[in-house]
């Protein structure tokens, strides 16, 4: 069975400053893919990025970069001098494939980022 | 030009009644989902259907019934409806079963 764990369950910080949030992970798949969604208050779920289980080369794109380690499950995300904008709750989420078959993403419990003005 | 849509956007509705919610992509896809997000914002798979093939149903009641008329639709059948179904839906769709999943809207269910 998969489990993602997200630990913060809220962060509030002021605008400008640099946030992580993170994510541990447990699988006993080979083979899997982790996620970053964004649910704004508006409510859609904005896919961010995705990782495979063979690729840990760190990500950045814009003010937004990501640490996937393997050595200790985690694919923490970090937001540079954020912005009002950023304030959402944000989701990391897990998918393995052992059987062949697509068996959803199971996904953190969220954390919700407060960008303060 | 709306990737992965639902309808209707909010249903609210009595206890004991029979819903239905409806989603369609037009990325071409192969598999689609439905999730349900709870009112801690925890969000778990129910469904999901590859070619028209249903590959995974978790532990959701049977009043629950997904039904694919084609590839891009995947509509979401609810009987009887429950206080405790109250909740947000979202239709999902990924190019393949270990695609990046494209969520739509969602659909805002309340039962009173």
């Known amino acids: 069975a998969q489990k993602v764990t997200q630990a913060q369950t809220e962060i509030s910080v002021v605008e400008k400053e640099d946030v992580t ?8 798949d080979t083979t899997y893919y982790l996620f970053w969604y964004k649910q704004p208050p508006s409510g ?12 840990e080369q760190n990500e950045i794109s814009g003010r937004y ?12 995300f970090t937001i540079t001098a954020s912005q009002v904008v950023d304030s ?3 989701f990391c989420a897990l998918s393995a494939y052992s059987g ?18 | 030009d709306t990737a992965v849509s639902q309808t209707p956007k909010y249903l609210v509705t009595q206890m004991g009644n029979d819903k239905s919610i409806k989603c369609e992509q037009n990325l ?3 598999t689609m989902y439905w999730y349900k997000q709870d009112s801690k914002k925890f969000l778990k798979i129910m469904f999901s259907y590859n070619n028209k093939e249903l590959i995974i ?3 959701v009641p049977n009043r629950f019934s997904p039904k694919s008329p084609d590839k891009a639709h995947l509509n979401l059948h609810i009987n009887s409806l429950e206080l405790g179904d109250s909740a947000v839906y979202f239709c999902a769709s990924s190019p393949d079963s270990r695609g990046t999943q ?11």
Do not use: M
């Open chain 2, 102 to 112: 494209y969520f739509g809207p969602g659909t805002r269910l309340t039962v009173l």
């Open chain 2, 28 to 30: 071409g896809h192969d």
């Open chain 1, 65 to 76: 970069s990501w640490n996937f380690q393997k050595s200790t499950s985690s694919f923490n």
């Open chain 1, 21 to 28: 949030l993170d994510c541990v992970y447990e699988t006993r």
């Open chain 1, 44 to 55: 859609e779920l904005v896919f961010l990025i995705r990782r495979n289980s063979f690729d």
């Open chain 2, 57 to 59: 149903n978790e532990t």
């Open chain 1, 100 to 117: 062949g078959g697509a068996d959803g993403l199971t996904f953190g419990k969220g954390t919700h980022l407060i960008i303060q003005p």
């Open chain 1, 88 to 90: 959402a709750v944000y």
